[in-house]
Protein backbone atom coordinates (compact mmCIF):
# COMPACT_ATOMS: atom_id res chain seq x y z
CA UNK A 1 0.00 0.00 0.00
CA UNK A 2 2.59 2.24 1.40
CA UNK A 3 5.14 1.47 -1.87
CA UNK A 4 1.79 1.85 -4.76
CA UNK A 5 1.79 5.40 -2.60
CA UNK A 6 5.38 6.53 -3.19
CA UNK A 7 5.06 5.50 -6.69
CA UNK A 8 2.05 7.77 -7.12
CA UNK A 9 3.86 10.26 -5.85
CA UNK A 10 6.56 9.58 -7.72
CA UNK A 11 4.09 10.16 -10.76
CA UNK A 12 2.62 13.13 -9.84
CA UNK A 13 6.45 14.79 -9.34
CA UNK A 14 7.56 13.72 -13.16
CA UNK A 15 4.13 15.14 -14.53
CA UNK A 16 4.85 18.48 -12.46
CA UNK A 17 8.56 18.45 -14.04
CA UNK A 18 7.04 17.77 -17.54
CA UNK A 19 8.41 20.49 -20.30
CA UNK A 20 10.45 22.47 -17.47
CA UNK A 21 13.62 24.08 -18.37
CA UNK A 22 16.46 22.44 -16.21
CA UNK A 23 19.11 24.03 -17.59
CA UNK A 24 19.68 27.09 -19.57
CA UNK A 25 23.00 28.78 -21.09
CA UNK A 26 23.88 31.83 -23.49
CA UNK A 27 26.03 30.42 -25.95
CA UNK A 28 26.09 33.73 -27.78
CA UNK A 29 24.57 37.44 -27.45
CA UNK A 30 21.59 36.19 -29.28
CA UNK A 31 21.62 32.10 -29.18
CA UNK A 32 20.49 30.33 -25.79
CA UNK A 33 20.45 26.64 -24.84
CA UNK A 34 17.98 25.42 -23.23
CA UNK A 35 18.17 21.41 -21.35
CA UNK A 36 14.71 20.09 -21.24
CA UNK A 37 13.32 17.68 -18.91
CA UNK A 38 10.91 15.69 -21.74
CA UNK A 39 11.54 12.43 -21.12
CA UNK A 40 9.13 10.90 -23.74
CA UNK A 41 10.42 12.93 -25.93
CA UNK A 42 14.37 11.99 -24.61
CA UNK A 43 13.08 8.44 -24.84
CA UNK A 44 13.05 8.45 -28.77
CA UNK A 45 14.90 10.75 -29.82
CA UNK A 46 17.90 10.34 -32.36
CA UNK A 47 20.39 12.99 -34.28
CA UNK A 48 18.57 14.67 -36.72
CA UNK A 49 15.41 14.82 -35.35
CA UNK A 50 13.24 18.25 -34.58
CA UNK A 51 10.83 18.86 -31.92
CA UNK A 52 7.49 21.33 -32.32
CA UNK A 53 7.36 23.73 -29.04
CA UNK A 54 4.85 26.30 -27.68
CA UNK A 55 5.30 28.73 -24.81
CA UNK A 56 1.61 29.13 -24.13
CA UNK A 57 -1.76 28.56 -25.44
CA UNK A 58 -1.76 30.83 -27.93
CA UNK A 59 0.83 31.03 -28.89
CA UNK A 60 3.54 30.08 -32.05
CA UNK A 61 4.48 26.88 -33.09
CA UNK A 62 8.12 26.54 -33.68
CA UNK A 63 10.73 23.89 -34.87
CA UNK A 64 13.93 23.29 -33.24
CA UNK A 65 16.41 20.71 -33.99
CA UNK A 66 17.36 18.56 -31.13
CA UNK A 67 21.13 19.24 -29.94
CA UNK A 68 21.40 16.27 -27.73
CA UNK A 69 19.64 14.20 -25.40
CA UNK A 70 19.95 11.91 -22.48
CA UNK A 71 17.70 9.66 -21.94
CA UNK A 72 18.60 8.66 -18.48
CA UNK A 73 18.19 11.94 -17.54
CA UNK A 74 15.08 12.18 -19.62
CA UNK A 75 16.17 15.65 -21.11
CA UNK A 76 16.47 17.19 -24.47
CA UNK A 77 19.22 19.82 -25.92
CA UNK A 78 17.71 22.64 -27.90
CA UNK A 79 19.71 25.72 -29.26
CA UNK A 80 17.83 28.83 -30.54
CA UNK A 81 18.72 32.22 -31.67
CA UNK A 82 16.42 35.36 -30.34
CA UNK A 83 15.33 36.95 -34.14
CA UNK A 84 11.34 37.08 -34.12
CA UNK A 85 8.99 37.34 -31.09
CA UNK A 86 8.82 33.70 -30.35
CA UNK A 87 12.09 33.10 -29.94
CA UNK A 88 12.82 36.55 -28.17
CA UNK A 89 9.88 35.58 -25.41
CA UNK A 90 11.83 31.66 -25.35
CA UNK A 91 14.91 33.41 -24.35
CA UNK A 92 13.10 35.27 -21.31
CA UNK A 93 12.26 32.08 -20.04
CA UNK A 94 14.05 30.96 -17.16
CA UNK A 95 15.53 27.57 -15.36
CA UNK A 96 12.53 25.99 -13.52
CA UNK A 97 9.98 27.67 -16.14
CA UNK A 98 7.53 25.41 -17.71
CA UNK A 99 7.54 25.34 -21.66
CA UNK A 100 3.40 24.63 -22.86
CA UNK A 101 4.20 22.45 -25.55
CA UNK A 102 7.21 20.27 -26.12
CA UNK A 103 5.98 17.78 -29.16
CA UNK A 104 8.30 15.44 -30.61
CA UNK A 105 10.88 13.56 -31.40
CA UNK A 106 9.94 14.41 -35.49
CA UNK A 107 11.05 13.80 -39.02
CA UNK A 108 13.66 11.17 -40.00
CA UNK A 109 16.50 10.42 -38.49
CA UNK A 110 19.84 11.27 -40.31
CA UNK A 111 20.81 8.05 -41.21
CA UNK A 112 23.87 6.60 -39.86
CA UNK A 113 26.23 4.23 -41.05
CA UNK A 114 29.79 3.90 -42.70
CA UNK A 115 30.44 6.06 -45.40
CA UNK A 116 34.52 6.70 -45.15
CA UNK A 117 35.20 10.00 -45.23
CA UNK A 118 31.89 12.39 -43.97
CA UNK A 119 32.59 16.54 -43.86
CA UNK A 120 29.74 18.30 -41.29
CA UNK A 121 29.08 21.49 -42.32
CA UNK A 122 27.05 24.22 -39.86
CA UNK A 123 26.40 27.87 -40.49
CA UNK A 124 25.43 30.09 -37.50
CA UNK A 125 22.86 28.27 -34.99
CA UNK A 126 22.74 25.27 -37.62
CA UNK A 127 26.20 24.24 -35.97
CA UNK A 128 23.34 23.35 -33.06
CA UNK A 129 22.80 19.89 -34.34
CA UNK A 130 26.43 18.84 -35.58
CA UNK A 131 28.05 17.44 -32.57
CA UNK A 132 25.76 14.74 -32.16
CA UNK A 133 25.76 13.85 -35.80
CA UNK A 134 29.18 13.76 -35.98
CA UNK A 135 29.39 11.50 -33.04
CA UNK A 136 27.13 9.36 -34.32
CA UNK A 137 29.31 8.93 -37.48
CA UNK A 138 32.32 8.41 -35.67
CA UNK A 139 31.10 5.95 -33.81
CA UNK A 140 29.56 4.31 -36.84
CA UNK A 141 33.54 4.19 -38.12
CA UNK A 142 33.72 7.09 -40.42
CA UNK A 143 36.29 9.70 -40.11
CA UNK A 144 34.71 13.03 -39.47
CA UNK A 145 35.86 16.47 -40.45
CA UNK A 146 33.67 19.35 -39.46
CA UNK A 147 32.92 23.28 -41.05
CA UNK A 148 31.61 25.72 -38.94
CA UNK A 149 31.15 29.32 -39.81
CA UNK A 150 29.34 32.40 -38.53
CA UNK A 151 29.33 36.36 -39.00
CA UNK A 152 31.59 36.71 -36.13
CA UNK A 153 33.72 34.93 -33.53
CA UNK A 154 31.11 35.96 -31.25
CA UNK A 155 28.87 34.52 -32.91
CA UNK A 156 30.60 30.99 -33.25
CA UNK A 157 28.77 28.14 -30.89
CA UNK A 158 29.81 24.50 -30.12
CA UNK A 159 33.23 24.56 -30.97
CA UNK A 160 34.62 22.46 -27.67
CA UNK A 161 31.96 19.82 -28.96
CA UNK A 162 32.80 19.90 -32.48
CA UNK A 163 36.48 19.62 -31.22
CA UNK A 164 35.33 15.89 -29.17
CA UNK A 165 33.80 14.53 -31.89
CA UNK A 166 35.37 15.43 -35.03
CA UNK A 167 39.08 14.23 -36.49
CA UNK A 168 39.52 17.88 -37.57
CA UNK A 169 37.45 20.82 -37.15
CA UNK A 170 38.26 24.25 -39.31
CA UNK A 171 36.16 27.67 -38.16
CA UNK A 172 35.54 30.55 -40.77
CA UNK A 173 34.48 34.04 -39.49
CA UNK A 174 33.02 36.19 -42.48
CA UNK A 175 35.09 39.38 -40.91
CA UNK A 176 37.92 36.80 -40.24
CA UNK A 177 37.90 37.40 -36.61
CA UNK A 178 38.29 33.72 -35.76
CA UNK A 179 40.01 31.01 -37.98
CA UNK A 180 39.70 31.65 -42.19
CA UNK A 181 38.33 34.96 -43.00
CA UNK A 182 35.67 33.52 -45.44
CA UNK A 183 33.29 31.23 -46.04
CA UNK A 184 32.72 27.52 -45.27
CA UNK A 185 32.74 26.56 -48.96
CA UNK A 186 36.22 27.93 -49.13
CA UNK A 187 37.46 24.72 -46.98
CA UNK A 188 35.29 22.80 -48.55
CA UNK A 189 36.86 23.56 -51.83
CA UNK A 190 40.01 23.21 -50.06
CA UNK A 191 39.67 19.84 -48.98
CA UNK A 192 37.77 17.79 -51.79
CA UNK A 193 41.09 19.65 -54.02
CA UNK A 194 43.18 17.81 -51.35
CA UNK A 195 41.64 14.61 -50.19
CA UNK A 196 39.65 13.71 -53.30
CA UNK A 197 37.92 10.94 -51.69
CA UNK A 198 34.82 12.43 -49.62
CA UNK A 199 32.35 9.89 -49.20
CA UNK A 200 29.44 12.34 -48.15
CA UNK A 201 29.00 15.86 -46.65
CA UNK A 202 26.09 17.24 -44.61
CA UNK A 203 24.87 20.68 -44.19
CA UNK A 204 22.48 22.49 -41.84
CA UNK A 205 22.40 26.32 -41.57
CA UNK A 206 20.85 28.99 -43.70
CA UNK A 207 19.42 28.33 -46.93
CA UNK A 208 22.07 30.37 -49.29
CA UNK A 209 25.15 28.52 -47.42
CA UNK A 210 23.60 24.90 -48.16
CA UNK A 211 22.74 26.17 -51.54
CA UNK A 212 26.37 27.35 -51.70
CA UNK A 213 27.63 24.01 -50.31
CA UNK A 214 25.76 22.03 -53.33
CA UNK A 215 26.78 24.16 -56.15
CA UNK A 216 30.64 23.17 -54.92
CA UNK A 217 29.94 19.26 -54.71
CA UNK A 218 27.68 18.78 -57.96
CA UNK A 219 30.48 18.47 -59.80
CA UNK A 220 32.31 16.22 -58.31
CA UNK A 221 29.04 14.02 -57.64
CA UNK A 222 29.59 14.16 -53.82
CA UNK A 223 26.80 12.89 -51.91
CA UNK A 224 25.36 15.88 -49.92
CA UNK A 225 22.47 15.96 -47.55
CA UNK A 226 20.54 19.11 -46.15
CA UNK A 227 18.66 19.96 -43.31
CA UNK A 228 15.98 22.11 -44.13
CA UNK A 229 13.99 24.15 -41.21
CA UNK A 230 11.42 25.84 -43.44
CA UNK A 231 8.22 27.62 -41.93
CA UNK A 232 5.96 24.78 -39.62
CA UNK A 233 2.84 24.58 -38.26
CA UNK A 234 1.80 21.38 -37.11
CA UNK A 235 4.46 18.85 -37.69
CA UNK A 236 2.25 16.38 -39.17
CA UNK A 237 2.35 16.46 -43.18
CA UNK A 238 -1.31 18.10 -42.78
CA UNK A 239 -0.88 21.67 -42.89
CA UNK A 240 1.50 21.64 -46.25
CA UNK A 241 3.40 24.69 -44.65
CA UNK A 242 6.50 23.23 -44.68
CA UNK A 243 6.17 21.61 -48.06
CA UNK A 244 10.04 22.33 -50.26
CA UNK A 245 10.48 21.26 -53.75
CA UNK A 246 13.01 18.32 -54.17
CA UNK A 247 13.61 16.82 -57.65
CA UNK A 248 10.33 18.60 -59.11
CA UNK A 249 8.32 17.02 -56.46
CA UNK A 250 6.26 18.51 -53.41
CA UNK A 251 7.59 16.94 -50.27
CA UNK A 252 6.54 18.05 -46.44
CA UNK A 253 9.73 19.05 -44.34
CA UNK A 254 8.09 17.64 -41.46
CA UNK A 255 7.66 14.14 -42.63
CA UNK A 256 9.57 13.28 -45.66
CA UNK A 257 12.42 15.36 -43.97
CA UNK A 258 14.33 17.31 -42.74
CA UNK A 259 17.11 15.92 -44.53
CA UNK A 260 17.04 15.72 -48.43
CA UNK A 261 19.44 15.42 -51.18
CA UNK A 262 21.09 18.77 -51.50
CA UNK A 263 21.38 18.55 -55.65
CA UNK A 264 17.58 17.95 -56.04
CA UNK A 265 16.17 20.83 -53.72
CA UNK A 266 14.96 23.56 -55.35
CA UNK A 267 16.59 26.60 -52.67
CA UNK A 268 15.47 29.72 -54.57
CA UNK A 269 11.84 28.44 -54.20
CA UNK A 270 12.67 27.60 -50.60
CA UNK A 271 14.22 31.09 -50.16
CA UNK A 272 10.91 32.53 -51.83
CA UNK A 273 8.67 30.75 -49.28
CA UNK A 274 10.59 31.75 -46.37
CA UNK A 275 9.99 35.54 -47.06
CA UNK A 276 6.06 34.92 -46.86
CA UNK A 277 5.37 36.22 -43.49
CA UNK A 278 8.33 39.07 -43.04
CA UNK A 279 6.21 42.10 -42.95
CA UNK A 280 3.64 40.41 -40.24
CA UNK A 281 6.73 39.29 -38.39
CA UNK A 282 8.01 42.94 -38.30
CA UNK A 283 4.74 44.06 -36.88
CA UNK A 284 4.30 41.29 -34.57
CA UNK A 285 7.69 42.60 -32.56
CA UNK A 286 6.78 46.14 -33.01
CA UNK A 287 3.45 45.55 -31.32
CA UNK A 288 5.31 43.68 -28.41
CA UNK A 289 7.97 46.42 -28.12
CA UNK A 290 10.91 44.51 -29.51
CA UNK A 291 10.78 45.83 -33.41
Known sequence: MDRSLHEQEGEVNIQNKINTIVTKK???PTIKLFEVFAPLVARKAKPGQFIILRIGEKGERIPLTIADFDAQKGTITIIFQEVGKTTKLLGLLKEGDRISDFMGPLGNPTKIEKYGRVVCIGGGVGAASLPLKAKALGEA???VISIIGARTKELLILEEELQKTSDELY???DDGSKGHHGFVTDILKKLID??????????VGPVIMMKAVANVTRPHNIRTMASLNPIMVDGTGMCGSCRVRVDGETKFTCVDGPEFDAHRIDFDHLMTRLQRYLTEEKLSLERAGMG
Not at 194 to 203: A, C, M, Q, S, W
Open 26 to 28: ELA
Open 171 to 173: ITT
Open 141 to 143: GNE
Open 194 to 203: ERKNIDLVIT
